[in-house]
């Protein structure tokens, strides 16, 4: 059953709470750019928890669930069921900081989450679809748009730094343009990478922190590894910008984009600028 418009919006949020519930299983295949030893897995975990799926268990219980109360029994039944299930997850997102034999617990957590997405996929959202009226569905729709809209605020202080630059960055460990770039070529050590990026953007937006660097010569060096084009900062601009939208909106977060556009814009001059240089040299 092709989901519906006002669906549509969950169902493409589950597919990264599908990649988190595979990296947990125990024997899980390796994903590029996600950690693969417990600790990280376990930290991983947390944060996709606070970043991603506490919004996403809310949308669903504040807006689809309260919205299709009393439609149809089976419907009120599953809904119940997924609303204890939320309860039940977030309870074991929130212990893992106190779980001590990571490796059992993260396996069960893993096949908890899938299979409760899978509830949704296959039986909770088509039973929506097929019992609730257009209007119904409408409404939701208008809904969930207006609650992640209300949901979103300036980027105000560090956290806020931190939320987007880890969400930025798990965007582009996964893209199929720029990845291979952090991951494979530059081997990024993201324990090392996230802070300093954290320190850059909070000095950018902020005018404070212990940033120090020169991100240029860091990216001339890289360009005689792997030629970069105007694609790669394109591709990195847009995968920045539509982080910022997603999650905030005011003042700062503009500022945010206009610099990443800006930073983007000149490094992309200097440095093809230095790759057409070496060609008329050569």
């Known amino acids: 059953m092709k989901r519906h418009s006002s669906l549509a919006i969950l169902s493409r949020e589950h597919h990264d709470a599908l990649i988190l519930a595979q990296l947990l299983k125990k024997g899980a295949a390796a994903y590029k750019g996600l950690p693969t030893d417990l600790d990280g897995k376990a930290a991983y975990a947390g944060r996709i928890y606070k970043d991603k799926l506490k919004t996403h268990f809310e949308e669903e219980e504040q807006v689809v669930i309260r919205k299709i109360k009393g439609t149809n029994a089976d419907l009120d039944k599953m809904a119940g069921e997924i609303t204890e299930e939320h309860k039940e997850l977030r309870s074991s997102f929130e212990a893992i900081k106190n779980t001590k034999d990571l490796a059992p617990y993260l ?84 324990e090392l990478h996230l802070p300093r990026m954290y320190d850059f953007w909070e000095n950018t937006l902020f005018y404070i922190g212990g940033y120090t660097g020169n991100p240029m010569e860091i990216h001339r060096r890289l360009n005689q590894i792997v030629p970069l084009s105007a694609e790669h900062f394109q591709q990195w601009t847009n995968l920045f910008t539509s982080t910022v939208d997603e999650i905030f909106s005011g003042e700062k977060a503009e500022l945010a984009k206009q610099r990443a556009l800006s930073i983007s814009t000149v490094m992309q001059i200097k440095i093809l600028q230095q790759s057409d240089d070496k060609n008329k040299i050569l």
């Open 107 to 190: 396996d069960k957590l893993g096949h908890a989450l899938e299979q409760h997405i899978r509830k949704e996929e296959r039986n909770f959202f088509p039973l929506i679809q097929e019992l609730c009226s257009e209007q119904q569905l409408t409404e939701i729709e208008k809904e969930l748009s207006l609650y992640v809209t209300h949901m979103k605020k300036d980027i105000e202080n560090r956290e806020d730094v931190k939320l987007l630059i880890n969400r930025f960055y798990d965007k582009v460990k996964a893209d199929p343009l720029i990845g291979f770039i952090f991951n494979d070529v530059m081997k990024v050590n993201w």
